[in-house]
Nanobody, 115 residues
Framework: QVHIVESGGGLVQPGGSMRLSCVVS????????MGWFRQAQGNQRELVAQIATAGATTYIDSVKDRFTISRDNAKNTLYLQMNNLKPEDTAVYYC?????????WGQGTQVTVSS
């Protein structure tokens, strides 16, 4: 069974920055495209950024030029650098495979952007 642990969330003021990390308990991490997802209260979970095995990245429009996804395959770790945060970025953030089939979801990490 694969375990996912996200960390790095918290409270930040608008315009601030935050770096999220996600450790996956399997070396097959290397062979999968990975994504950061978020779920705001009352909304469905959405994919906000993804990174291919070779490193190509894609983002939804609302986070383009503010968020950067990266991966360290040697550490089975996924990162999300978030800059110029906005209140609408407030959500629980999760990572998982960017594929039709998913591993079991982790608990996520809460990001709250508020003054």
């Amino acid at each position: 069974q694969v375990h996912i642990v996200e960390s790095g969330g918290g409270l930040v003021q608008p315009g601030g920055s935050m770096r999220l990390s996600c450790v996956v308990s399997t070396n097959v991490f290397t062979f999968w495209p990975m994504g950061w997802f978020r779920q705001a209260q009352g909304n469905q979970r959405e994919l906000v950024a993804q990174i291919a095995t070779a490193g190509a990245t894609t983002y939804i429009d609302s986070v383009k030029d503010r968020f950067t996804i990266s991966r360290d395959n040697a550490k089975n770790t996924l990162y999300l650098q978030m800059n110029n945060l906005k209140p609408e970025d407030t959500a629980v953030y999760y990572c998982n495979r960017a594929a039709v089939t998913k591993w079991d979801w982790g608990q996520g990490t809460q990001v709250t952007v508020s003054s």
